[in-house]
């Protein structure tokens, strides 16, 4: 069955930098779009950023210029790497991977940045 599995989160000060992996399993990975959402307490989950399987990638307006979205289809990992963290990054971050007919999703990792 699909399984995602994040990692990588953690407590930062603002301006730090965190990588998040994603390990995926269950399907052939490397010919999937993969993407990270994530969600802040009180908001709806929103789409942080997008890799396709060719590594064509697309980020929300927010985080252009900062976060970088890769992907090891050898090793079936996906990564966002986050810098120049802001207070407003906090969030839970979730990995996702969708179908016609579903959505999945990883456990998410929690991302705290400090002031």
């Known amino acids: 069955q699909v399984q995602l599995v994040e990692s990588g989160g953690g407590l930062v000060q603002a301006g730090g930098s965190l990588r998040l992996s994603c390990a995926a399993s269950?399907?052939?990975?490397?010919?999937?779009?993969m993407a990270w959402y994530r969600q802040a307490p009180g908001k709806q989950r929103e789409l942080v950023a997008t890799?396709?399987?060719?590594?064509?990638?697309v980020y929300t307006n927010s985080v252009k210029g900062r976060f970088t979205v890769s992907r090891d289809n050898a090793k079936n990992l996906v990564y966002l790497q986050m810098n120049s963290l802001k207070p407003e990054d906090t969030a839970v971050y979730y990995c996702?991977?969708?179908?016609?007919?579903?959505?999945?999703w990883g456990q998410g990792t929690q991302v705290t940045v400090s002031s």
């Open positions: 890799i396709t399987n060719g590594g064509s990638v």
């Open positions: 269950g399907f052939i990975f490397s010919r999937k779009t």
């Open positions: 996702n991977y969708a179908t016609t007919m579903y959505n999945y």
